[in-house]
């Protein structure tokens, strides 16, 4: 019987079967890239290159501030055509790269909002993230854009990259070495600063009177600011330019509101006679829409003028009269409509 055991044991390679100081381990394998095009992946062809990694602090309006522990999260991958903008005018292509690492909805994720304006404001849609590198740049993120869009996970803090390599120049951009904080939808990539080692959870500091429950409400004129400077007022929507979004129109909350489709115009069109497209905006910019009831949220101006996805806001012109008017916005990239605003009075740029 002891025989058949042991030769049972060694046709199973179970050594320990037979010697309890000896394990066997499955080697760790390594993706090696498809250099020949053996599959339709495009984004697997060159080697993973890893970068520096930083301890990551997270503080501010939170209860449980503390450094983050990269091993217990997920991995995420990004695809982006990081340009910048040159300061002479117009942008330069930096290089195509596809980016691993960790995204800002599971580095947040169990961290539990303690607000500082709770008690005049309690929804989180006024929240914003401030990324700070270790040479003290920064970079914004609203609450609503990592936790509010139809598609998640698609700002990282990238722990290793390679390269999109065009199949006929065989071009090879240059590599970062450093990790970087990575936001996918962006169209000009000045938010993708190299070495992250804070982020601060903020609120929007503006303060709104708010009356919960108004009905009806009404604006009849949307004011701009640049920080405590009035800019101008919004004239009314011409219809020749409005555009229409078909959307199932879903809150957090109340769950389904509608499925009837928003006409209105690009909110950054409009916006762009008052507010102007720079790195600083593009970098740390906040804006703040703001209804007559006093409920608000936080865009970035990088989310709200700087997309690739061309999941844009709307502003919306209501019936005359009509309760919620004159003017709403509306957010396309969002799966919530929380961060719709009906009664929009005051836009707010606050750096």
Known sequence: MRKYFLLTCISLGLFSCVNNTT?????????????????????????????????????GEIANPGKVDFSALPQHSVIVKETLLEETGGDRFVGAYRYDGYSL??????????????????????????????TGEKVVFSWGEIYYPNNLHKIIIAGSVSRIVPSKTK?????????????????????????????????????????????????????????????????????????????IFYG???????????????????????????????????????GQDGYRSAISFSELFNRNDQQEFLLVRTEPDEDGGLFRVFAAADFFSDRAIKSVSEIHLVR
């Not at 607000?115 to 309690?122: G, H, I, T």
């Not at 929007?204 to 800019?231: A, T």
């Not at 115009?265 to 762009?272: A, D, E, P, V």
């Not at 740390?284 to 829409?289: E, P, T």
Request: overall charge negative; some cysteine; hydrophobic content about 35%.
């Open 23 to 59: 394990t066997t381990e499955k080697p760790e394998t390594k993706q090696l890239p498809d250099t020949t095009d053996m599959t339709n992946n495009f984004y697997d062809n060159t080697e993973v290159i890893p970068l520096v990694m930083n301890d990551l602090i997270i503080e």
């Open 105 to 134: 909805f599971d580095i947040l994720n169990e961290r539990i909002i303690k607000k500082l304006n709770s008690e005049e404001f309690n929804p989180i849609i006024d929240l914003y993230i401030e990324v700070e590198s270790k």
């Open 171 to 247: 071009e090879l951009w240059p590599l970062p070495a450093a990790s970087k904080i990575v936001a996918a939808s962006d169209l000009v990539t000045e938010r993708n600063i190299s070495d992250p080692v804070k982020i601060t959870v903020k609120s929007i500091s503006k303060s709104f009177k708010v009356v919960k429950g108004m009905s009806p409400m009404y604006s009849k004129e949307l004011k701009l600011y640049d920080g405590d400077k009035q800019l101008g007022i919004i004239s009314p929507v011409k219809e020749k330019e409005d555009i229409t979004f078909y959307t």
């Open 252 to 290: 957090r909350g109340r769950g389904i509101h509608s499925t009837s489709p928003f006409n209105g115009m690009l909110l950054r069109n409009i916006l762009g006679e008052y507010y102007h497209v720079n790195r600083e905006n593009l970098r740390i910019g906040m804006v703040c829409i703001a």
